[in-house]
């Protein structure tokens, strides 16, 4: 198997739970979840597989000269730090300048993802194998609302064709570093990478990703993680 694909890890968010007599405050994405750090589940997870030559784990500036031990149960020779920006953006600039020089196809994972599945990313990386850029994403199944600022519904929006994005999202590497040169120069944002790739033109694919890779963002999604087995346990 060809070891070309390269993964940069999100994991500088700033978001922390409040700090309390017994324990200070804690980054989300260093809390235990499911029996781990929730950042270890998907390094771990992205380093089982074969065609992976490069994690670069995106953290807080204050924390890549300081990393947490546990990162270095994994694959050192594999694993690569990088400084955290002070935007989502700026982040995975910074990951794909350290990425290893044989990741040809990138995909790009936020940490806050912490069970995201080995076939999720199988149909990732086959879909941008066949030259299509390409998401993970859930097709939506809820009625979705358009409200005014009072919270008043203005429309209904057709939820034929609409897909909840998730990570991991992957690109040939000369695609996603042209999208974020292009981010730099003019001063985008986007709230992921596939929105900068479209700001360029070009069009992106999704592919099936999985109800276990939810997002973790409030102490309910912690519960809900907590009932979720991992396969690394």
Known sequence: ????????????????????????????????????????????????????????????R???????????????????LSIGGATRTESVSNGLDDLADEAQIVLVHDAARPFV???????????????RPTIAAMPLVDTIKATNPDGAITRTIDREGVWAAQTPQGFSRELIVRA????????W????????????????YVVPGSDRNFKITTEADFVRAEAIPSPHA
């Open 117 to 131: 599945d080995q076939g999720t990313i199988d149909r990732v990386i086959e879909s941008v194998r066949r030259g």
């Open 62 to 80: 204050d924390r890549v000269g300081d990393p947490p031990p546990w990162l270095f149960q994994c694959d050192v020779g594999r694993l690569m």
């Open 180 to 187: 974020y040169r292009e981010a730099r120069t003019k001063g």
């Open 1 to 60: 198997m060809t070891r070309d694909v390269g993964v940069i890890i999100v994991a500088a968010g700033a978001g922390s739970r409040a700090a309390t007599q017994d324990a200070p405050a804690e980054l989300k994405q260093f809390r235990w979840v499911a029996g781990k750090p929730m950042l270890l589940h998907s390094v771990q997870t992205f380093m089982q597989r074969d065609d992976v030559c490069s994690v670069v784990c995106v953290l807080p």
């Open 189 to 204: 944002r986007a709230s992921d990478d596939a929105g900068l790739c479209e700001r360029l033109g070009v069009t992106v």
